[in-house]
């Protein structure tokens, strides 16, 4: 039986193979622990259509703690599934939170009485120390007012907790050079379950290099959790390693670095593309990028064939007012650079900011069509629905606006955009938002037809994103029925 059991909680739309990236903070955790001699399990309800039984036969033996991790939204449902489900099978298991959101709310979040201790911050070094301290208590017999106490992890950096009736936050848990860790073990998951074809014939799967992001934009958690803009990565050479590490070990013609910004340092990332040059190592790589890079001739020759760029709007001020610091005109400009390289770009968008209007999201929708028509490789995300992140700017800015939101847990689980009230719009122009989220799925032509291998759904979806272009074209979006069956299809994708 497991000494710590880690449970990844499911999302929204969880699509094995196509949406279901690494469980990577648990791997990580996983990995260090199993390092200085625990036994771990990992428990991904998004691959587990049988995850209750998996962790009640986990169960069997008390582990010493089981971690939940999760961000704001669905996650903190599944989550509290999972952990009710503990509670039950052995009240005496204590209930570890982490991730995003226990990080911004972590008081907010040890309220709730399936929450027994919030790891705030990189959790690494805190689940390994307070795997140590509950060891050396015994507290395979503890509960949650047994042996979480101030003598037993007190002094255990990152975590905040209750004692006699009073949260006590223990000193900030600083972070850990990427160089200190352990390579991955990817014993602990099925890696199958995980290797993604994000165009046909590929099999990918995701590392990440670095950790932080210096940039300020004002809707991104990273500014608010500790350490979110500070940017640290492990050498070029570590880098190219795991790469080829992967690429044979689990026969991979293509790698997702899926870093916050891998391209923060730039003598950094051209490292890392002179090595592999110079190593012959032949993969498909792609990346997020802010759109004001260069060296893209190196990074084509290296093998980054894809980059994600957050565009985000197609209005410049409502660039400026989410703190975006680039323009319309350079999101245009960085599209035809990558045409000419050869790089195919997949840009983000969003949708429902505070302040904004309908006729700037129509611009923004506006400007995915220009940037598809502009380059043939180009793909757009959909219009993903802005939802306030506790503690940025921007939901600073929501609150003080009237923006009602959750005061605990079990509120912030069914949070979201489908529930955010977007008061600057009228019902009308808020239908039309809502809308825009499903059909823009299509709009770039190729992401919904390279998802699937029926050639009839994805003719269909080459005519529906050509219609949708159309619709653009001529600015007419009304008698829109098939927004429902995308809709259903969306719902019953698991």
């Not at 197609?314 to 350079?330: A, H, M, N, W, Y």
């Amino acid at each position: 039986m497991p000494d710590v059991i880690l449970v990844y909680p499911r999302t929204l739309w969880d699509i094995r193979n196509v949406t279901t990236r690494l469980p990577l903070a648990a791997l990580y955790i996983g990995t260090v622990l199993q390092e200085h001699g625990y036994s771990v399990q990992v428990i991904d309800q998004r691959v587990d259509s049988d995850w209750a039984e998996t962790l009640r036969e986990a169960l069997h033996e008390r582990p010493l703690w089981v971690g939940i991790s999760a961000m704001t939204g669905r996650q903190i449902h599944w989550g509290l599934e999972a952990a009710r489900l503990v509670r039950d099978a052995d009240e005496s298991v204590p209930i570890v939170w982490g991730g995003v959101h226990p990080t911004i709310l972590p008081e907010q979040t040890l309220a709730h009485l399936l929450v027994d201790v919030v790891a705030v911050g990189e959790g690494e070094m805190t689940a390994l120390e307070l795997s140590e301290a509950l060891r050396e208590r015994g507290t395979r017999e503890a509960g949650r007012d047994k042996n979480l106490t101030p003598t037993v992890i007190g002094a255990i950096a990152g975590l905040v907790w209750e004692h006699e009736g009073r949260v006590i936050r223990n000193a900030p848990r600083y972070y850990t050079p990427m160089d200190e860790w352990p390579l991955l073990d990817y014993r602990l998951v099925d890696v199958e379950s995980y290797i993604l074809s994000e165009v046909p014939g590929e099999r990918s799967l995701q590392i990440t290099t670095s950790r932080g992001c210096p940039f300020h934009c004002g809707y991104c958690y990273l500014t608010v959790v500790p350490d979110g803009r500070r940017y640290r990565a492990e050498k070029p050479e570590r880098t190219v390693d795991r790469i080829e590490r992967l690429q044979r070990e689990f026969n991979l013609n293509a790698i997702h670095i899926i870093d916050d910004e891998f391209f923060t340092r730039r003598d950094r990332a051209r490292r890392v593309c002179e090595l592999l040059l110079d190593r012959g190592i032949e993969v498909t790589l792609r990346t997020n990028c802010r759109i004001d890079y260069e060296d893209l001739q190196l990074f084509r020759k290296a093998g980054f064939r894809h980059l994600y760029l957050g565009a985000e709007s197609g209005s410049d001020r409502v660039l400026k007012f989410i703190q975006k610091d680039i323009t319309r005109e350079q999101i245009v400009h960085v599209n035809q650079k990558l045409k000419v390289v050869g790089i195919a770009p997949k840009f983000s968008f969003m949708g429902g900011f505070p302040t904004e209007t309908v006729h700037e999201v129509r611009d923004t929708i506006r400007l995915m069509a220009r940037l598809v028509r502009d380059n043939p490789h180009a793909y757009t995300t959909p219009v993903q629905l802005y939802s306030p992140y506790p503690g940025t700017d921007l939901y600073d800015y929501c609150v003080e606006q009237g923006m009602s939101v959750p005061q605990d847990l079990e509120g912030w689980a069914e949070s979201g955009w489908e529930h955010i009230d977007y008061s600057w719009l009228s019902s009308e122009e808020e239908a039309f938002l809502q809308k825009a989220a499903y059909f823009t799925f299509f709009l770039d032509g190729k992401t919904v037809p390279e998802s699937t291998s029926s050639w009839p759904l994805r003719l269909a979806a080459r005519f529906y994103g050509w219609l949708v272009r159309a619709r653009i074209s001529l600015d007419f979006f009304r008698a829109m029925p098939e927004v429902r069956l995308i809709k259903w299809a969306l719902a019953n994708s698991k």
